[in-house]
């Protein structure tokens, strides 16, 4: 695996789960180092979003450990999850479609006042802040997110993940609803979230994108890690056939 | 505030004045449709329909469902369905019978009417509803069963046990501290309603100033001056119209003679008092705004409208559903306890068939009032109103001598007429849920 010197930021070691008979993630072990970009690619079904939503707290992995900085953690909710700063953009994006901008992106840390009410006009404002940050186009405060665009809806799950100081980001897919625009706008956010030494693990199907944000890859196929090469080290190809073919080209191995 | 990315400076469109007042165009419509039943039954009934005394018997008997409709609108809210309310209310209604008529008297020692006797009933009272429904929530959170099935079950059930808990007899109930709950046996007199009416007016302007400031300090546009004014005028003519009203309803004199009878003196010559606020919508309104503040202003609520919008989502959130799941049928049942109190001091006794039907009624007040079946939208205020839209119907109905069963058909109508105008308004403003 990777040589760093420092020991890992998350290190989720041979995780499996299955659902009935499948076996969605078959012993699958990745790392994640503080400041890097570890990108998650496979085929659709291949186990990406199963093997973070262990890390995520949304399941509770069959076997397997995960540890954050070298420590081992038990996570058997989001809510743990979220204690250890971990935040999540779920492929769903997991917005409640009757509520606002702003509700959605406080959902479950809601601002509250002196006396224990939530404080809606702080959370608005708020909000307004960090979409401005993110999508300075972003008007639609007051309207259910249902009445959003699906890259407006994506723009708040951006900004639910952001907002909380995660040390740990998972983005599975970010920008799959996304314009040229605003993904150019989360490719910088990426960069610049990474500078401050969080560690990001991103699921993307697009490999430009891959080659240009992420530092390593892991590749998944049918629930198994193919395996996990330096971006550098690759090209394009080499990534497709591994996703493809699940073979590891030879002079990366 | 400046980096606050507001939208300032586009030429604010042309406004209509529903919207420059942020009117909900929903409760405007029943409020519309409200009057206009009001309107048609005054007529009809020469006047009589909204004389105090009419106003009075509405109010309060109103008071049962819509308290248990305030609840109902948290568990359609969120996704889910409460058949059993009428059961639960009649099963409260017969523990707090027995305990007080029989139980605690022989247990205590202590004789029918004490008033420690009442305060021991009506706390065994709520903790049964709120048992009941916390043992619904349970199945349903926790196990997963389909909260239509449990409490359907639930009707049934509580229904018996509240049948063998009585033996299948009435109780009658004359304890007067107990009838002070029900509605005419407990009223506050003119000059306590009017101070209270003021105290009311004041909490709702400064409640409406206070939020227009904290919008203010955070920079956001408000509602011109103006159109403040007009909704706080309108708000303080409400309260002060209804509480003037009630004021105007007098005792009738052959109650008075009897009071003063009862505490040993002589009712002095020309001696009046009216009725004013009773006690039971005190508790009625007490419970309503309880309950938008917990709908808009505490996480509980918040969490009770996330989990409606999706589930899913709300529990990635952080949420403990399950746990939630569990404190909203708790609370239904709560109110039941609480709404059995005052029917039961209402009708003076206790009778098997005690909140018949009314799961069916309470529903429909929450639906009436705007609430969504499908979950994650729905007011107070508007099952509020639409529990005395339906009492306001039956009542003015019930006055130009419509028979009891046209009278249901009519309900049941209203009901259907309800959603469908509903519906209608929304493809029409291209809303989808
Ligand atoms: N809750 C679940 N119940 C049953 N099976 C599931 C569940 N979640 C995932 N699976 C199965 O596990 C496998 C992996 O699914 P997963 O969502 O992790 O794929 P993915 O790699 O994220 O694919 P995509 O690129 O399409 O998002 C699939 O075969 C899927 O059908
Ligand atoms: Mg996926």
Redesign the pocket.
């Known amino acids: 695996m990777s040589n760093t010197p420092h020991t890992p930021l998350v290190e989720m070691r041979d995780i499996s789960i299955s ?2 008979g ?1 076996k ?1 993630v078959d012993h699958v072990t990745v790392d994640l180092c503080p400041g890097e970009v570890v990108g998650l690619l ?1 085929h ?8 973070i939503k262990c890390l995520s707290g949304a399941y509770k992995a069959d076997s397997g450990q995960i540890l954050i900085n070298g420590e081992k953690v038990d996570i058997n909710s989001p809510r743990d999850a979220r204690a250890l700063n971990i935040e999540t953009i779920y ?1 769903t994006l997991a917005l409640a479609d009757n509520l606002d901008a702003a509700s959605n992106l406080f959902l479950g840390r809601e601002l509250v006042n002196a006396f224990g009410f939530v404080d809606e006009s702080k959370m608005e404002a708020e909000t307004r802040k960090i979409m401005a940050r993110l999508n300075p186009n972003f008007r639609k405060f007051n309207v259910p997110v249902s009445a959003l665009s699906g890259g407006q809806r994506q723009s708040v799950a951006i900004a639910r993940a952001v907002y909380f100081n995660a040390r740990i980001l998972i983005m599975d897919e970010p920008t799959a609803a996304l314009g040229p625009h605003e993904t150019q706008m989360v490719a910088e956010l990426i960069q610049e979230l990474k500078a401050q030494g969080l560690g990001i693990f991103l699921i993307e199907h697009d490999i430009h994108n891959v080659m240009k944000l992420c530092d390593r890859a892991c590749v ?1 196929k049918n629930g198994q890690l193919v395996g996990t090469v330096k971006v550098d080290a690759v090209t394009d190809d080499d990534l497709l056939g591994m996703i493809i073919m699940g073979k590891k080209p030879a002079k990366a191995a | 505030m400046t980096d606050t990315g507001q939208v300032a400076t586009a030429p604010a469109p042309k406004r209509g004045i529903i919207d420059t007042l942020e009117l909900d165009v929903r409760l405007l419509g029943m409020l519309v449709a409200f009057a206009a039943i009001a309107l048609v039954f005054t007529i009809w009934t020469g006047g009589t329909f909204v004389s105090p005394r009419n106003v009075f018997n509405i109010s309060v008997q109103a008071v049962p469902v819509a308290i248990m409709a305030c609840g109902m609108v948290f568990v359609i809210v969120a996704r889910q369905i409460d058949l059993s309310v009428g059961s639960m209310l009649a099963m409260c209604s017969a523990v707090m019978a027995m305990s007080q008529a029989t139980w605690l008297p022989s247990l205590m020692g202590l004789e029918y009417g004490s008033p420690v006797i009442l305060v021991v009933t009506i706390l065994l009272g709520f903790a049964v509803g709120t048992g009941m429904g916390a043992i619904t929530g349970w199945l349903v959170g926790y196990q997963r069963i389909p909260s239509f099935i449990v409490t359907l079950g639930g009707l049934f059930v509580w229904r018996n046990i509240n049948w063998y808990t009585t033996n299948g007899q009435s109780v009658s109930l004359t304890d007067p501290h107990l009838l002070m709950f029900g509605g005419t046996e407990g009223v506050l007199g003119a000059p306590v309603s009017m101070v209270l009416g003021v105290a009311a007016s004041v909490a709702a302007v400064a409640g409406l100033l206070s939020a227009r400031r904290n919008k203010q300090s955070h920079g956001f546009i408000v509602k011109p001056a103006w159109a403040e004014g007009v909704m706080m005028a309108m708000v303080v003519g409400a309260i002060m119209l209804f509480v003037t009203w009630l004021s105007r309803y007098p005792v009738p004199e052959a109650k008075l003679k009897r009071l003063f009878e009862a505490r040993g003196e002589v009712m002095p010559e020309g001696f009046s008092a009216m009725h004013g606020l009773p006690i039971s919508v005190i508790i009625l309104i007490v419970v309503a705004v309880g309950m938008t503040i917990t709908a808009r202003k505490t996480r509980l609520g918040r969490y009770i409208f996330a989990m409606g919008g999706n589930p899913d989502a709300a529990e990635l959130s952080g949420i403990n559903t399950r746990a939630l799941t569990v404190k909203i049928f708790a609370l239904m049942g709560f109110l039941c306890g609480l709404a059995a109190l005052v029917a039961q001091a209402r009708l003076q006794s206790h009778g098997n068939d005690i909140g018949m039907l009314e799961e069916l009624r309470v529903i429909a007040a929450a639906v009436i009032g705007g609430t969504a079946l499908a979950g994650g939208v729905g007011t107070i205020y508007g099952a509020v109103l639409g529990a005395l839209i339906m009492q306001s119907l039956q009542s003015g109905m019930a006055m130009v001598g419509v028979d009891t069963p046209f009278q249901n058909v009519v309900v049941g109508l209203v009901l259907i007429i309800a959603v469908w105008v509903d519906i209608i308004y929304r493809k029409r403003m291209g809303l989808t849920k």
């Not at chain 1, 659709?44 to 093997?51: D, E, I, M, P």
Request: proline share 0%; glycine share 26%.
């Open positions: 659902f009935g499948i969605a496979g659709n079904g291949a186990g990406k979003s199963t093997l492929q998944m």
